[in-house]
């Protein structure tokens, strides 16, 4: 897999590198979930060995990235930009692997693009609204890994997945036995389908894709 490397540099200016790992050489990272923008404005794996995509909206979740990399730990990982998704072989590795990425992850940032405390407490509907409830690929990102800790798009913290049980239970309809690393074969296919029922992707393929380790694919 590939991480991205951070690093404090001279005069405030970090650096970030995409760095390949393989087998056990992998080290701790942490791993991003969000919401999508336009895809042309996410900073993609070209950008990334281009050295460009600054200008890009979506950078400001590399940003967000850095910052808790200089917190916590050097390496990151998106999927935007750390899966090379002109070699089909990479594409299809990383579609396959994405939950055992998640799973092994030492964090999992969620990042809410479109939930702001701005200056006040966030309540229950504001995270309600949040695009990322709404997505398939949110019910692995949230599931599979360690521990979970939410952002809103000012950086702010939100709280962990263990403290806000209750919430992304009224959110997403998922128990806390879920949440707090039951085996997914203890739940019965028709819960499990449950979870993802009205739940959307942005790629017809991804409505099976993000469901395989559900079910033991």
């Known amino acids: 897999m590939r991480l991205l490397h951070f690093e404090a ?4 200016q970090d650096s ?18 969000h919401t999508w923008g336009k895809e042309d404005e996410e900073v993609t794996f070209a950008d990334m060995m281009q050295g460009t995509g600054q200008h890009k909206l979506g950078y400001s979740k590399i940003q967000f990235c850095g910052k ?9 990982w998106i999927d935007t ?4 998704k002109s070699d089909n072989v990479a594409l299809n590795d990383a579609i396959n692997s994405m939950f055992r990425w998640y799973q092994n992850a030492a964090v999992c940032y ?34 599979a890994p360690k521990t979970v800790e939410f952002y809103s798009v000012d950086g702010d913290y939100l709280g ?16 806390g036995q879920a949440l707090h690393g ?3 074969s203890s739940f019965s296919v028709k819960e499990r389908l449950g979870w993802a029922e009205f739940r959307k992707t942005s790629r017809d393929e991804d409505v099976a894709y993000c469901l395989l380790r559900f079910f033991d694919v």
């Open 9 to 12: 540099g001279e005069s405030n």
């Open 16 to 33: 970030v590198t995409l760095v390949g790992f393989t087998g056990k050489d992998i080290p701790r990272y942490g791993i991003l979930s």
């Open 160 to 175: 962990s997945r263990k403290r806000q049980g209750p919430r992304l239970f009224m959110a997403m309809g998922i128990c």
């Open 68 to 76: 808790k990399a200089m917190e916590d730990l050097q390496y990151l």
């Open 182 to 184: 039951r085996a997914m």
């Open 110 to 143: 969620v990042y809410l693009s479109d939930v702001s405390k701005e200056g006040y407490v966030v309540g229950y509907s504001d995270w309600e609204k949040s695009k990322w409830f709404k997505r398939r690929w949110t019910l692995h990102e949230l599931i």
């Open 81 to 84: 930009c750390c899966i090379d």
